[in-house]
């Protein structure tokens, strides 16, 4: 092969891999979101309330930003994961003036119940891979872990 189609053949191979990828991982989390209906929050509330957790405190505006939504949408989500008591407002100690969203301790637990349900459902199906699939799969996450760490 010469070098031209030899480069267009990775090229298309990474193209087909990255696209599987893709997929993959949609398909992956569609199916364990089905773990998230026992939460009784909406996706977008959990996202929010994910985000709040390992990325808080957040102002309202860093909250809508991570999630790519408008402020006021924020605010709806907020109000509801407040009065659920899953997040509370504090004020910003260097800037009073910010008001922080913070996780509460029912919030925290709610999310990482949802976690370990989804690991739950995840580890039975690992288990019921060969030993030797389970070792591919273990080298494949190793080069995943290098892949996402670029995307950053």
Same mark, same amino acid.
């Given at each position: 092969?010469?070098?031209? &189609?030899?480069?267009?053949?990775? #090229?298309?191979? %990474?193209?087909? /891999?990255?696209?599987?990828? $893709?997929?993959? *991982?949609? $398909? ?8 998230? *209906?026992?939460?009784?929050?909406? %996706?977008?509330? =959990?996202? +929010?309330?994910?985000? /709040? ?8 505006? &860093?909250?809508?930003?991570?999630? #790519? ?10 109000? %509801? ?6 997040? *509370? ?13 913070? +996780?509460?301790?029912?919030?925290? *637990? =709610? ?12 580890? #039975? ?14 080298? +494949? ?7 996402? %760490?670029?995307?950053?």
């Amino acid at each position: 092969m010469r070098n031209s &189609e030899s480069e267009r053949k990775t #090229q298309d191979d %990474a193209e087909v /891999i990255a696209d599987r990828l $893709h997929s993959a *991982a949609i $398909h992956l989390l569609r199916r364990l979101r089905r773990e998230d *209906a026992t939460s009784g929050l909406s %996706a977008p509330r =959990l996202s +929010a309330l994910s985000v /709040i957790v390992f990325g808080g405190p957040l102002t309202l505006g &860093e909250l809508a930003n991570a999630e #790519q939504v408008r402020p006021p949408t924020m605010t709806r989500l907020v109000s %509801a994961l407040e009065d659920a008591g899953l997040v *509370a407002r504090e004020a910003d100690p260097e800037d009073k003036r910010l008001t922080r969203i913070r +996780a509460t301790a029912k919030g925290r *637990a =709610l999310l990482f119940r949802g976690r370990a349900r989804r690991v739950a459902a995840l580890t #039975q199906e690992v288990r019921a891979l060969a030993s030797g699939e389970r070792e591919e799969l273990t080298r +494949a996450l190793a080069i995943l872990d290098q892949v996402i %760490a670029r995307l950053r």
